[in-house]
């Protein structure tokens, strides 16, 4: 079946550190994979994404490479702020599905 | 552009009532999803619309959930016979295609007292 694994939480970091979130995956066919943010009191938001292996998502200054020989989609941030304090959402979709199949998210707090 | 909207923001309901919670997907948007979201985990899939039809309800718990789509548009998920075990913030998402980017409104929370 598909399904999405991420690292436990929370994690909490200093400002200026550098982030690594842990995403692994389960999945028939060839999926595409994505990052989802949820800020305090928001909506999920698209964070990034990648639809075919090595391809790379970036955004706001966030990174996840996708890697097809570890099913791996680690999300990675070089100097967070504190703005980054949210939960994440791993998840993926395959080309086949309709549905999204979602890790249990990681809750990200970052301090002065 | 407007995204996806959801009303109410909040319910909170007694056991056994009955809910509608209804999803505005962003126009043009032909694919429509619910999902469930309990305290500390992640979305679960519980139906997908193609149009006006439902084109994949197995993500649906039992038979007192269901939701409908009649133009193609607006969908509204009914829940029949709440129990507490319903308490949870159910979100809607559109894409333009399936397999695309899914854009999530901001969810209703249901509270069964």
């Known amino acids: 079946g598909n399904s999405v694994t991420q690292m436990e939480g929370p994690v909490t970091l200093s400002e200026e550190a550098f982030l690594t979130i842990n995403c692994t995956y389960t999945a028939t066919g060839y999926p595409s994979l994505f990052w989802y943010v949820q800020y305090p009191g928001e909506g999920l938001q698209l964070l990034l994404k990648a639809t075919k292996a090595d391809d790379k998502g970036s955004n706001k200054g966030f990174e996840a490479t996708y890697r097809k020989e570890t099913t791996s989609f680690h999300l990675e941030k070089g100097s967070v702020q504190v703005s980054d304090s949210a939960v994440y959402f791993c998840?993926?979709?395959?080309?086949?599905?309709?549905?999204?199949?979602f890790g249990t998210g990681t809750s990200l707090t970052v301090i002065p | 552009g407007a995204g996806v909207s959801q009303t109410p923001s909040n319910k909170v309901t007694e056991k056994g009532k009955y809910v509608e919670l209804r999803c505005d997907p962003i126009?043009?948007?032909?694919?429509l999803y619910w999902y469930r979201q309990s305290l500390g985990q992640g979305p679960e899939f519980l139906i997908y619309f193609q149009g006006t039809g439902a084109a994949d309800d197995s993500g649906l718990p039992n038979d007192r959930f269901f939701a409908v789509r009649p133009e193609g548009s607006v969908s509204t998920l009914k829940i029949q016979r709440t129990e507490r075990g319903d308490s949870a913030v159910y979100l809607c998402?559109?894409?333009?295609?399936?397999?695309?980017?899914?854009?999530f409104g901001p969810g209703t929370r249901l509270t069964v007292l």
């Open positions: 998840a993926l979709i395959t080309n086949t599905g309709n549905q999204f199949y």
């Open positions: 998402a559109s894409s333009l295609n399936p397999v695309d980017t899914q854009y």
């Open positions: 126009s043009g948007h032909t694919a």
